[in-house]
């Protein structure tokens, strides 16, 4: 049977992923050399398209890796002295806190329940705080962050860097990337893509204070260090063989998503969502995980079960919807549905007929 996956990621292949393959196979494209003159424009089509989708401030640059876990780690390892300051409201945000102590960076942060947002005024970052990470979509919740709780940290924190966690919002949610310092994500949510990519976005200060720390003689990393990675991505080059088909599948879909325009695809995650919400709140047996409605995620819901997750799940699978479980200790309790632009509003139509019916 024909499956669709609701999943949060690894989730639903954008629908024009096949086509581009076969073209890719029939082009050679995997096989030629990354040092090599098609390899180039293949980048240069990638990054020219990614930063029409994200609107990029022209001093932005594009890096490649290969997670946005990865992309955590260059940014506290390139941008961190001593201390990085974390928004911490689910398993993602943790990781990247986790990821400062184990480079003993001695970082902090300000801690709310699993399920709950952030509210700028309740929000105090230190002085001495190098570098603000903030996870604008918590994937392992459904808690979203408002755009103007992260202009207000880069308001209010001017000495700070900001870096900011894009990775199940992007291409939905709308970041003025001129507010922040490093924004990164990977591809197999939102772009609807296989995984094994991560993107980093990262703007002068965020440069500049890699610069002065390499130059005071300190380990901001090797192969991946950021100023190598810039380096090599202004002569559209990587340091290693990269990731040769996620980089042109990327392009590729950068730009069947802008055909489509990405204020139509905003529109449409928007209808998707509500019907996906009105679903979940009318539902006898599922309740919204996020209870405040400003910060209910478009793009990833979470729903308490009353019945077991599983039971819900398999239903589903029986009509060919492959929906999430909850995360980590919410496996039992809870289900996961994404709402990416792999996702047409006729699918999601059927999802929650569906839905409405078990
Ligand atoms: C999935 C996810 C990550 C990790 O992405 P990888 O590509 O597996 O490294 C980080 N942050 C958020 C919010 C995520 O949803």
Redo the contacts with the bound molecule.
Sequence with gaps: MNQIFFT??PTQLYPTVPGHLRTAIGKNIFSISHRGQTFKSLYAETEENLRLVLNLPDQHQILFL???????ERIIQGCVLKKSFHLINGA??Q??FEIAQQLKKQPEAHQVPWGAGFESDDLVVPEVAELVCV??????TGAALQADLIAALHERYPRSLLAV????SVPCFDLDYSLVDAAF??V??GFGLP?GL?VLVVGPRCLEKANQLSNQGEATGSYHRLEVLVEKAIHQQTSETPNILGIYLLGRVCRDLLKTGIDSIRNITRQKADLLYNAIADHPDLRQFVRDPKFQSPT?AVAETGQPPARIIAKLKKSGFIIGTGYGNYRESQIRIANFPAHSLEQMGDLVSELNRI
């Design positions: 949060p990621g290969a997670s946005a876990t990865e992309a955590m993602f945000s990781r990247f996870t604008q979509n918590e994937t392992s966690d894009l990775v199940s994500f990977s197999q949510k995984a991560g990833i």
